[in-house]
């Protein structure tokens, strides 16, 4: 095949992967238009169909999956050696994509980021906000962000921060149209801010702990979010009750805008974590990302591979 054939070969991996030419047009910067053009130009040239297209969907027909599987892994191993041969300069350089929650990237990964990018301005970070578990490695990530018993199996986990409460909160005014909750059951009775999963579909339920005791409680509400500060600023205009990270919360407790709700059965999780595939190798300039993101020198000591199933307890930013 011609060598100016590669590019629609890439187009047709991106529509392939995506599923969609909508998504594929705006992950390449064109149109969606010239998409499908040149996507049916390279059919042409081929002599057969590589995708099933319909209204709702596209598809890569047998041969098309074909391509996929025996040219792909071969323009990932160029890739990889052309950004190898980059990455001899002396300073690291590249794009680093992150998935993680809008928490973590607000609370954690910028602040550390921020100053570290400024002594290196050829490494350039990519954030996505997710709520969902992505697969980092079949979504292209380097790094993906969790808490710490929600790394899937054969992934290097780093803990980048304490364990981390959640907290019930709601504003003085909320409380005072409403009976204040004494216990988790009496949470049904109340307007409770919710979060929707994007990985099910379905809301959070509420996991709470008081001693040995745990419980889920699937709460409802006039408001549903998919973003955790959404649930934060609609409980401080007296929306109703929200289930949100306490060090979000602990300003507001503090100035009066916010008040707990049954603190006793507020959970504890394992705090938030960056992991990676155990055999990547390491770009300079990812080294330097892991390097800042790293919680402190103990940290380094706890670096660790957690070969656990993906079937934890969901959390905010869970399955």
Known sequence: MLRENISDILAFIAVA??????????????????????????????????????TRSVAPTAAGERLLGTVTPRLEEIEAELTAVVETREKPAG????TATDYAVDM???????????????????????????????????????????????????????????AIVASPDYLRKHATPRQPKDLLQHNCITLRLPTRGGLYAWELKKGKKKIQVRVDGQLTFNGTYQMLN??????????????????????????????????????LHIYYPTRREFSKALAVVVDALRNSARARENDMCLDRNASGQSKLGAR
């Open 17 to 54: 992967q995506e599923g969609s030419f909508t998504r594929a047009a705006a992950k390449l910067g064109v149109t969606q238009s010239a998409l499908s053009h040149t996507l049916r130009a390279l059919e042409v040239r081929m002599g057969v169909r590589l995708l099933n297209r319909t």
């Open 108 to 166: 954690v990964l910028w602040p550390r980021l921020s100053s570290v990018l400024h002594d290196y301005p050829d490494i350039k970070v990519e954030f996505v906000v997710d709520y969902g578990l992505s697969d980092i490695v079949a979504d292209r990530f380097d790094i993906g962000v969790r808490w710490g018993d929600q790394v899937a199996k054969d992934m290097i986990a780093v803990r980048i921060a304490p364990d981390m409460r959640l």
């Open 95 to 98: 794009t680093i994509r992150i």
């Open 234 to 271: 609609a409980a401080i205009d007296g929306a109703g009750l929200a289930f949100v990270p306490d060090d979000l919360a602990q300003p507001h407790i503090t100035a009066g805008r916010l008040r707990y709700v049954l603190e006793d059965w507020f959970p504890t999780f394992p705090g």
